[in-house]
């Protein structure tokens, strides 16, 4: 039930950029994003609601397309601060589950 | 600024120890979460609550229990520990969104329950 994250690792050097996608089998209602960096707590990114909408938060954006069942969050011109864990969860309309993806590391290099 | 406090950041046990993992949250949030966390593996959610004395279970109950007797405080209980119980536990809460779902989560600092 867990929402599949890729790629499960990327390098990349400052200034280049990122995506990162999550997908489910099942339909969703809302993704979530978070970032954790080595030794600390998740840290809250952005929500995405069903209807295809795109957010953004600085130079990290996202996009959710209910009908593929997917969402995608892109870093634009990536930052040494931008290193971490990226998780994606997911919820299913009605639920108040949050079933989180394996993650995905980024190491962004100078 | 919300503050979810998880009671200990290292934990050592012995196997079919009982254990109880604790977490308190300062912000009136009515859902409360616990998860575990493994490398490759990500957040596994093992029990969540809506509201007091109300629980779910997540995607790996087995093994685990819950308690929820005031809405701060939520308490992953193991009874019986065992080795495969070795891991990082993440509590966290959230309100809910006026849409329907969890909202933001707050995440605690985490515990590391080694199971000897």
């Known amino acids: 039930q867990q929402p599949v994250q890729s790629p499960q690792a990327v390098i990349l050097r400052e200034g280049e950029d990122a995506v990162i996608n999550c997908s489910s089998s099942?339909?969703?209602?809302?993704v979530h994003w978070y970032r954790q960096k080595h030794g600390e707590a998740p840290v809250f990114l952005m929500i995405l609601l069903k209807g295809g909408e795109q957010k953004g938060h600085e130079k990290i954006s996202a996009s959710f397309n209910e009908k593929k069942q997917q969402s995608s969050l892109y870093l634009t011109a990536s930052q040494l601060s931008y290193s971490g864990t990226y998780f994606c969860g997911t919820d299913m309309e009605y639920g108040n589950k949050l079933v989180f993806g394996a993650g995905t590391i980024l190491r962004v290099k100078s | 600024d919300v503050k979810v406090t998880q009671s200990s950041r290292y934990l050592v046990k012995r196997t079919g120890e009982k254990v109880f993992l604790e977490c308190v949250q300062d912000?009136?949030?009515?859902?409360m979460f616990w998860y575990r966390q493994d490398p490759g593996l990500g957040l596994r959610l093992i029990y969540f609550s809506y509201d007091v004395k109300m629980k779910e279970k997540g995607d790996i109950p087995e093994g685990y229990s819950v308690s929820r007797e005031k809405k701060e405080r939520f308490s992953l209980i193991l009874e019986s520990a065992s080795t495969n119980q070795t891991s990082m536990y993440l509590c966290?809460?959230?309100?809910?969104?006026?849409?329907?779902?969890?909202?933001?989560?707050?995440f605690g600092e985490g515990s590391r329950l080694t199971v000897l």
């Open positions: 912000m009136d949030h009515e859902n």
């Open positions: 099942k339909a969703l209602y809302s």
């Open positions: 966290a809460s959230s309100l809910w969104r006026l849409a329907g779902g969890p909202g933001e989560l707050f």
